[in-house]
């Protein structure tokens, strides 16, 4: 979801596990010259979508690897089974309280969350997305793990 701290979680994660690691959207960015908020805003959503998938299967193809993938990435263009077939997926839990508070506070612009008050917008797209979340059975729980046991975990799914 956004605002679960995919980038950051997946940059300490990188580090401690001593794997490289790429977030999808900046990756994408630096390749086009064109932030994923300024594609949906300019182009719509279908095509940064299309774009997005593109992408995935150009870096999935370097391992080992954490990449941090966008919130929606998991629900288009069979991405989500690509990801299977091809690593090991793990979503980010956190409620969606936090999810809120700290999407309320962030300066980056999220297209995809300006239609509406964000208490309503951010459970509505979870309910959206969801059942491709759940699919994901690797889970990692920022507010009852620490790091390090998260690493651990991430290592554990690896082997």
């Not at 908020?37 to 992408?55: L, S, T, V, Y």
């Not at 990801?83 to 793990?90: R, S, T």
């Not at 309320?104 to 300006?114: E, G, N, V």
């Amino acid at each position: 979801m956004p605002g679960s701290g995919k980038s950051s979680l997946g940059k300490k994660l990188s580090s401690r596990l001593k794997i490289k690691f790429l977030d999808l959207d900046q990756w994408l960015a630096e390749r086009t010259g064109i932030p994923p908020a300024k594609w949906i805003d300019q182009h719509g959503e279908p095509a940064f979508r299309a774009a997005e998938a593109r992408a995935l299967r150009e870096i999935l193809l370097e391992e080992p690897i954490i990449v941090a993938c966008g919130g929606g990435t998991p629900c288009f263009h069979d991405n989500l089974s690509y990801m299977f077939e091809k690593g090991i997926v793990a979503r980010i839990d956190l409620p969606l309280t936090t999810l809120i508070q700290r999407l309320s506070t962030a300066s980056q612009q999220r297209p995809l969350l300006t239609n509406g008050p964000l208490e309503e917008r951010l459970p509505a797209l979870w309910e959206e997305r969801k059942s491709y979340f759940l699919q994901i059975e690797n889970v990692l729980s920022p507010l009852k793990q620490s790091e390090l046991e998260m690493a651990a975990l991430c290592r554990a799914w690896m082997t």
